[in-house]
């Protein structure tokens, strides 16, 4: 983790548990195997001979059950314990991408989904299980050298990938990801205790998984206004991977050029996502959540100028600057909320919203570009600086809120330990 802040920066992750450097360490491994959601569209309209359209259709069905897994998975950790789900979806998962290249093309639309569904399952899992693991006022640390690992290992796996992919064949990507996927299930039930150090699908009071979450949400009105606010940005942070590559492209800058700005994205996330959160864990999350929607606001401002290097750099530092201060506070915050018997079902909520952008992102960013393409950037501006605000906002009025005297706010003093 050295390059990622070191010495003196890994102080302040010396109450981090053992356990989340141990899943750290799986997720490290898995993600630089984790191949094929580079080049499944490659392998579709390639090896297995599909147009362009029939391959979208395959993928976009892929993408819902991404979706569809990070909403849901948390959800199963509740009520079957969180480190159970995160191996019966690894093993699915795993198993499922090893034959994905001998099913026949038809069942392709089936295998992918629910490829990514144990996917998305995995993520909501995983995130859940640093929560319940690591106590209020240290998430923030934990969450960030999860992403720390991940994106580590997505640095290093697509031109791994293409090394395989092009030395021994597509095939291989899948038996690669699925491999990695089962070691990931094999490296968590080692890492994490069954029983003990995780509260896993922890019990309400009243014996059951206690009021719904409806009512849990309701009585925590920050919460939803933040998803909202992340769902709306997810929609705007996606585009990098759809609308830009295109954008450049119509400026006469080729694929290299998106290799680097998205290399450049992963250099700045890696060099200073633990950096940020030692020095930030004692701010106000939501104002360090708002800041970071700005900051993706600000990135896709910078091409409203138009395509050259020095915008493209401007733009993917800006967002990259804006991704570590609002995704990992974000993420914990949505943890430290949540009430200990529904921990799994606030991490899924987020985990489907922030990921939502990778179905809705190319729909309505690819329809916009097509109709108005001067209008994209600055559209993406203005809805990620907007939500930016009204969470920034939002934090304010939770500070007065907490300065008001106890007889004004209709509430009674709380106990101060010692």
Not at 340 to 368: K, N, T
Not at 385 to 403: D, E, K, M, P
Request: proline share 6%.
């Amino acid at each position: 983790m050295r390059g990622c802040g070191g010495r003196g920066v890994l102080q302040g992750f010396k109450d981090v548990p053992r356990v989340v450097w141990l899943l750290a360490a799986g997720v490290f491994v898995n993600a630089v195997v984790s191949f094929t959601f580079v080049f499944v569209f490659l392998y579709l309209t390639g090896p297995r001979g599909l147009g362009a359209a029939e391959a979208g259709v395959v993928t976009g069905v892929g993408g819902i059950g991404l979706v569809a897994g990070n909403f849901t998975g948390g959800w199963y950790g509740d009520r079957f314990g969180h480190r159970r789900v995160l191996l019966a979806a690894s093993t699915l998962g795993g198993l499922t991408l090893m034959a994905f290249p001998l099913l026949p093309t038809p069942l392709l639309y089936a295998a992918l989904p629910l490829a990514q569904y144990a996917s998305g399952v995995v993520r909501a899992a995983n995130a859940a299980l640093v929560a319940v693991t690591v106590p209020d006022g240290n998430r923030r640390q934990a969450f960030a050298v999860v992403r720390c690992a991940a994106n580590g290992g997505f640095t290093l796996g697509p031109p791994l990938g293409a090394l395989v992919a092009s030395g021994l064949s597509y095939e291989w990507l899948f038996v690669g990801d699925g491999l990695g996927t089962l070691f990931f299930a094999l490296w968590t039930a080692r890492a994490v205790p069954a029983r003990g150090a995780v509260r896993e699908g922890a019990a309400a009071p009243d014996g059951g998984l206690g009021r719904g979450v409806l009512a849990e949400l309701r009585a925590r009105p920050a919460v939803p206004a933040l998803l909202a606010a992340i769902l709306v940005v997810d929609v705007v942070y996606r585009q990098q991977y759809f609308t830009f590559p295109v954008f450049l492209a119509d400026h006469g800058l080729d694929v290299r050029a998106f290799g680097l700005a998205i290399a450049l994205n992963g250099a700045v996330v890696l060099l200073l996502e633990l950096p940020a959160a030692v020095a930030l864990r004692d701010r106000p999350p939501l104002a360090v959540i708002g800041t970071g929607l700005v900051l993706v606001g600000a990135g896709y401002a910078a091409l409203i100028g138009g395509a050259g290097p020095a915008s493209a750099i401007t733009m993917m530092v800006l967002l990259s600057l804006g991704e570590i201060l609002y995704k990992t506070t974000a993420t914990a915050y949505v943890a430290d909320q949540a009430p200990d018997h529904a921990v799994g079902r606030f991490q899924s909520l987020y985990a489907g919203v922030s990921v939502s952008g990778v179905v809705l992102g190319p729909l309505a960013g690819g329809a916009l570009y097509a109709a108005a393409p001067g209008l994209l950037w600055p559209l993406c501006a203005a809805l990620a600086a907007t939500a930016g605000a009204a969470v920034i906002a939002l934090s304010w009025r939770q500070a007065r809120r907490a300065a008001r005297p106890s007889h004004e706010t209709g509430s009674r003093p709380r106990a101060v330990a010692g």
